[in-house]
């Protein structure tokens, strides 16, 4: 089956820096994206890697091991509005996307 | 800046009642998308168009179906809802071939089915 793993809850402090790890297990990898979900909102287009590397943009990050079946986003200078969910979404083989759970991210202050 | 709107933030219905969720996009986007987001699940697909009066099964359609009359316009229909059908429901639109492009989505109808 084709599974979609991140953890499903993380803390950290503002300003700080914290790491959203994403593996997957699919048929196939045609490209992986990240999306935010304010509690209540609707998801919003963060990232999308298809090659092996970092792709930065701003105090986001994030990093594509096709190899590896491994994402991780990357956030920076933690600020409270960052206070939300990320999602992980892989698209297989027939470019249909799978999506994670989400990772829940809370702020403190 | 695209804009996806959904005829209702909450909506409340009764076992066995007909429910029509609407969905409306303003980009001219090929591509609709109605998703269910239960929590502990990532999003499941319900049914997808890629164009006007086209419709294709996601992942979960039992229970549901679906129109697409104009290109902006998206409707899931809940033809006699049930329990198991209460969820946040959310509408996406995306330009570009099927689910490859970045998908832009509605704040979402989250319904109660008593």
């Known amino acids: 089956g084709q599974n979609i793993d991140q953890p499903t809850e993380m803390t950290a402090t503002e300003g700080a820096i914290v790491q959203i790890n994403c593996t997957y297990q699919t048929s196939g990898f045609n490209g992986l994206f990240w999306y935010q979900q304010h509690a209540g909102e609707a998801p919003t287009f963060l990232s999308y890697n298809v090659l092996d590397g970092l792709e930065e943009k701003g105090r986001f990050s994030s990093f594509l091991s096709r190899s590896k079946g491994y994402s991780y986003l990357l956030l920076k200078e933690l600020q409270m509005k960052d206070s939300a969910s990320y999602l992980c979404?892989?698209?297989?083989?027939?470019?249909?996307?799978?999506w994670g759970a989400g990772t829940k991210l809370i702020i403190k202050p | 800046d695209v804009k996806v709107t959904q005829s209702s933030r909450y909506l409340v219905k009764r076992t066995g009642e007909k429910v029509f969720l609407e969905c409306v996009q303003d980009?001219?986007?090929?591509?609709m998308f109605w998703y269910r987001q239960d929590p502990g699940l990532g999003l499941r697909l319900i049914y997808f168009s890629y164009d006007v009066k086209m419709k294709e099964k996601g992942d979960i359609p039992e229970g549901y179906s679906v129109s697409r009359e104009k290109k902006e316009r998206f409707s899931l229909i809940l033809e006699s809802a049930s329990t198991n059908q209460t969820s946040m429901y959310l509408c996406a639109s995306s330009q570009g071939q099927g689910q490859t492009d970045t998908q832009y989505f509605g704040p979402g109808t989250r319904l109660t089915v008593l």
């Open positions: 980009m001219d986007h090929e591509n």
């Open positions: 979404a892989v698209l297989d083989s027939n470019y249909q996307l799978i």
